[in-house]
């Protein structure tokens, strides 16, 4: 190889590295820089454990007012909606047939009871008869039945003045229970009657305390009963509003089976309602507070969903965002607890999550 050969090729290896490096330079200088963006090392940390579920909320006590006599509606004693105490007045029925009906019933019994007496005499003058042998005794027989049917008819027409007494009473229908009184059914001057549509006069709830009825899944029931031997759990109230109920309340009632429908177990709880502040039939959000356990939590804000289910971005080995996906657990306050998909110690990335890809590199920063 001759020497100008030699020297063409010097110069040729040399222009063509001169080249390389200048495209590397310009690709290292159109580089994007790395993304600066907040962080949070997660550590497990002690939060409630919270069943939540929809309600709804009734009368510990609601009762039907029904008339259980026949007759006329002479009055209603009550405000409609005004809270009532048990024992007072609420309806009278017309008393003048209920009392006829009485007075026929005492005059039966007088004519029974002095039958008996008579029948009493003659068994007794014939049994003495009968010892002298005057008369037979079939005769003394016949006259002792006498006096047992007299004193059968002395107990019937008895059982009849006490049903009358019974049926004039039922004319003062007065509240069975304490609590806010409903619409009357029926106006003044209608006819009532036990055994038709009629019967029913008005109702009344007693509001305090107010229970709610809901139904918590089976895993959540299975969850809230192997806590429940620790501790009570305490039930709280969110109101439509969204604000939360003042008093807090407890369980007085789970159910026994599974609703085979829906997977669901009925559950009740009790709370006090001295001052109205709800009313039966509201639908309201409970929440059961069953003591506290050490979980990990991140804010709402990292929590992101796509196809695949709920994720985060964390930072990997590199140093670079990558996605994990997450099993989510409940609201706490503003963070969300991860019940799998995190471990103690790693980095979570709470801001600037839209411009993050799987190997975007990142400028970590405490997020305060």
């Known amino acids: ?22 495209g590397d330079a310009k690709q290292q200088a159109s580089a994007p820089p790395a993304l600066t963006v907040a962080v949070i090392q997660v550590a497990p940390r002690e939060v409630p454990v919270v069943f939540e579920s929809v309600g ?34 609420l309806f009278r029925i017309e008393r003048a047939p209920f009392e006829i009906d ?6 039966a019994l007088a004519q029974e009871i002095a039958r008996q007496e008579l029948a009493k005499q003659e068994s007794e003058r014939l049994k003495g008869l009968v010892d002298r042998r005057a008369i037979s005794q079939k005769e003394a027989d016949q006259a002792a039945s006498a006096l047992q049917q ?31 009184t409903g619409r009357a059914q029926q106006s003044i001057g209608s006819l009532v009657s036990p055994s038709a549509d009629s019967s029913l006069l008005t109702t009344l709830v007693k509001t305090d305390p107010i229970w709610v009825r809901f139904a918590l899944s089976e895993a959540e ?7 429940g031997t620790k501790q009570a759990p305490e039930v709280k109230l969110e109101l439509a509003d969204g604000s939360a109920y003042v008093s807090s309340g407890r369980l007085n009632f789970a159910g026994s089976t599974v609703d085979a429908t829906l997977g669901t177990v009925q559950m009740r709880a009790e709370f006090p309602n001295s001052k109205l502040q709800i009313l039966p039939g509201q639908f309201v959000k409970v929440q059961i507070v069953a003591g506290n356990q050490p979980a990990i939590v991140v804010p709402q804000s990292a929590v992101l969903q796509n196809e695949t289910g709920r994720f985060v971005w964390v930072l990997d ?9 997450i099993r989510a657990g409940n609201w706490v306050g503003k963070d969300w607890v991860v019940l799998d998909g995190l471990k103690p110690g790693e980095n979570v990335i709470v801001d600037n999550l839209v411009r993050l890809r799987p190997g975007t590199a990142v400028q970590p920063k405490s997020a305060g």
């Open 1 to 22: 190889m001759t020497d100008k050969v030699r020297y063409f090729l010097c110069c040729s290896l040399a222009a063509f590295l001169a080249g390389c490096s200048k």
């Open 317 to 325: 080995a590199q140093g670079k965002a990558a996605q994990r996906n």
């Open 150 to 180: 007299s004193a059968a008819a002395v107990q019937m027409a008895q059982a009849r003045v006490r049903q009358s007494e019974l049926n004039l009473s039922y004319t003062a229908v007065d509240a069975p229970i304490g609590g806010i």
């Open 221 to 227: 029931f299975a969850r809230l009963r192997a806590r």
């Open 56 to 89: 709804r909320t009734e009368g510990s006590r609601e009762v039907q007012v029904r008339a259980r006599v026949s007759g006329i509606l002479e009055q209603q004693l009550y405000a409609e909606g005004e809270p009532i105490r048990a024992g007072k007045p």
């Open 102 to 107: 009485l007075q026929q019933q005492r005059a």
